[in-house]
């Protein structure tokens, strides 16, 4: 074989899959996924380690696959990961460890993402379980948000000997694993539900429905439920708009709002009693991993889909593998385009939508260059669905009910990176409810961070 060139990993059929919300990606079977692990050259410097926020033992790992060891390959990940088979899927490898990778310099990196993918389905299949505490501390340690960062930080703490609660607002844990992406890049069932079982086995508690800043808040957890410490990782759900004429028309959504009723509440699925637009022509603004979920899942719900961008393919923040996805399914990608008005009937549904085209100037404080209008390029978009996905920022309800909670002007926590310490004793924080909306794995750092500053602070204490 040749080991400059990774091993291809099997997918569902473009036509076949534009139709319906099985998984894309269907992953390396033992015999691919030991010839790509072969393709590792072992670094003793291993840069791809580095290049992972969670800082698993990729080498290590790689090298049990080797071997054929697949169950202590799964051991060495969970040492530093609780969601491996989330990771294997949805992390933007390419610029993390991949990124990094030696092998990568001439040739293509090692696909560590899809092995590690491999590792964490296979240990599903075969009931193997991460292993669990030595010791019990015998303190309690609430954690609010069961989303990535939540739940590694509820991990980590259940693995040091930690009592932990979660509590999470909706009726089913997971948070943005469970809203926001969709069931054809991360299966709910078969993956995220089963990754929160093994965060279960290692002690975590679990409790849904519970609206902390509502029902309870943060000094009553620490004053009244005897917890000694608090992690936030409530995430970002408030979303975004761009602030035109006609964005309260019928017809109009978040992708957040769209995203939710699909995933979450199985509006993809006839049976479930979930109402989603079936549109015939969409639009989604933004050009993020989220625009991209939304378009894909309002094609395979049947529509004509467009993704609008003021920029071009070259600054699309979403992942490449999604934009190529993407464009396989048919979605039409107007570039260099900018929304100026949403247009509606006398009943207020969506008829369309103007645009002006834009052209690139210098950059900006992004580094990306400067989207500008183009003079006299206005032009109408015949449509019934805009979907809007320009991001998202922390719902504010559980810093205003708790005193002492320092916040930024875009009303994210103020919280040490290297330990999720915030400005109020005993409160952690990571996530985007700091960061504002990002990735999962980056929370997933956050929440590790914070694990290690709850354990520092209270073995001092």
């Given at each position: 074989?040749?080991?400059?060139?990774?091993?291809?990993?099997?997918?569902?059929?473009?036509?076949?899959?534009?139709?319906?919300?099985?998984?894309?990606?269907?992953?390396?079977?033992?015999?691919?996924?030991?010839?790509?692990?072969?393709?590792?050259?072992?670094?003793?410097?291993?840069?791809?380690?580095?290049?992972?926020?969670?800082?698993?033992?990729?080498?290590?790992?790689?090298?049990?696959?080797?071997?054929?060891?697949?169950?202590?390959?799964?051991?060495?990940?969970?040492?530093?990961?609780?969601?491996?088979?989330?990771?294997?899927?949805?992390?933007?490898?390419?610029?993390?460890?991949?990124?990094?990778?030696?092998?990568?310099?001439?040739?293509?990196?090692?696909?560590?993402?899809?092995?590690?993918?491999?590792?964490?389905?296979?240990?599903?299949?075969?009931?193997?379980?991460?292993?669990?505490?030595?010791?019990?501390?015998?303190?309690?340690?609430?954690?609010?948000?069961?989303?990535?960062?939540?739940?590694?930080?509820?991990g980590d703490l259940a693995k040091m000997g930690y009592e932990v609660t979660v509590?999470?607002?909706?009726?089913?844990?997971?948070?943005?694993?469970?809203?926001?992406?969709?069931?054809?890049?991360?299966?709910?069932?078969?993956?995220?539900?089963?990754?929160?079982?093994?965060?279960?086995?290692?002690?975590?508690?679990?409790?849904?429905?519970?609206?902390?800043?509502?029902?309870?808040?943060?000094?009553?957890?620490?004053?009244?439920?005897?917890?000694?410490?608090?992690?936030?990782?409530?995430?970002?759900?408030?979303?975004?708009?761009?602030?035109?004429?006609?964005?309260?028309?019928?017809?109009?959504?978040?992708?957040?709002?769209?995203?939710?009723?699909?995933?979450?509440?199985?509006?993809?699925?006839?049976?479930?009693?979930?109402?989603?637009?079936?549109?015939?022509?969409?639009?989604?603004?933004?050009?993020?991993?989220?625009?991209?979920?939304?378009?894909?899942?309002?094609?395979?719900?049947?529509?004509?889909?467009?993704?609008?961008?003021?920029?071009?393919?070259?600054?699309?923040?979403?992942?490449?593998e999604e934009v190529h996805h993407a464009k396989e399914e048919g979605i039409i990608?107007?570039?260099?385009?900018?929304?100026?008005?949403?247009?509606?009937?006398?009943?207020?549904?969506?008829?369309?939508?103007?645009?002006?085209?834009?052209?690139?100037?210098?950059?900006?404080?992004?580094?990306?260059?400067?989207?500008v209008e183009i003079p006299g390029s206005e032009f109408t978009m015949e449509l019934?669905?805009?979907?809007?996905?320009?991001?998202?920022?922390?719902?504010?309800?559980?810093?205003?009910?708790?005193?002492?909670?320092?916040?930024?002007?875009?009303?994210?926590?103020?919280?040490?990176?290297?330990?999720?310490?915030?400005?109020?004793?005993?409160?952690?924080?990571?996530?985007?409810?700091?960061?504002?909306?990002?990735?999962?794995?980056?929370?997933?750092?956050?929440?590790?961070?914070?694990?290690?500053?709850?354990?520092?602070?209270?073995?001092?204490?």
């Amino acid at each position: 074989m040749d080991v400059l060139t990774k091993v291809p990993v099997r997918e569902q059929d473009a036509k076949e899959r534009a139709a319906n919300f099985e998984e894309v990606c269907l992953g390396y079977n033992m015999e691919e996924a030991q010839a790509e692990a072969a393709r590792c050259i072992n670094c003793k410097n291993a840069q791809c380690i580095k290049g992972c926020p969670v800082a698993i033992n990729i080498p290590a790992f790689i090298e049990k696959v080797k071997e054929g060891n697949i169950e202590e390959a799964y051991q060495i990940i969970s040492e530093a990961s609780a969601l491996p088979a989330v990771c294997g899927r949805v992390c933007p490898q390419e610029t993390q460890c991949e990124g990094k990778c030696i092998r990568g310099i001439k040739g293509d990196p090692i696909s560590i993402g899809k092995l590690e993918r491999f590792v964490a389905d296979w240990a599903r299949e075969n009931g193997i379980k991460p292993n669990g505490p030595k010791e019990k501390k015998g303190k309690k340690v609430a954690v609010i948000g069961s989303g990535p960062a939540g739940l590694t930080c509820a991990g980590d703490l259940a693995k040091m000997g930690y009592e932990v609660t979660v509590f999470e607002a909706l009726h089913e844990p997971g948070g943005v694993l469970v809203y926001g992406i969709p069931e054809f890049r991360l299966p709910k069932q078969d993956v995220v539900a089963k990754e929160i079982e093994n965060v279960k086995a290692l002690g975590v508690k679990i409790e849904t429905n519970v609206v902390v800043g509502k029902s309870v808040t943060i000094d009553e957890l620490i004053q009244e439920e005897g917890f000694e410490a608090v992690f936030i990782g409530s995430g970002a759900g408030l979303p975004k708009f761009m602030g035109i004429p006609g964005e309260n028309s019928n017809g109009v959504f978040s992708a957040n709002e769209y995203l939710t009723r699909s995933n979450l509440m199985k509006a993809f699925d006839e049976n479930s009693g979930t109402p989603i637009m079936h549109s015939r022509k969409v639009a989604v603004v933004g050009g993020g991993n989220v625009a991209m979920d939304a378009a894909r899942t309002a094609l395979r719900l049947g529509a004509e889909v467009h993704i609008v961008y003021r920029r071009s393919e070259e600054e699309l923040p979403a992942r490449v593998e999604e934009v190529h996805h993407a464009k396989e399914e048919g979605i039409i990608f107007d570039l260099l385009t900018n929304p100026t008005e949403i247009l509606a009937d006398e009943k207020g549904w969506v008829t369309g939508m103007k645009c002006i085209r834009m052209e690139l100037g210098e950059p900006d404080a992004s580094g990306r260059r400067r989207p500008v209008e183009i003079p006299g390029s206005e032009f109408t978009m015949e449509l019934d669905t805009v979907i809007m996905s320009l991001g998202t920022s922390p719902n504010p309800l559980i810093s205003s009910t708790t005193e002492g909670l320092e916040i930024n002007k875009w009303k994210c926590i103020v919280a040490e990176e290297a330990n999720g310490q915030t400005s109020k004793e005993g409160v952690y924080a990571g996530g985007d409810a700091v960061t504002g909306a990002a990735t999962v794995i980056l929370a997933m750092g956050a929440g590790k961070a914070a694990a290690k500053g709850i354990d520092e602070y209270l073995s001092g204490k």
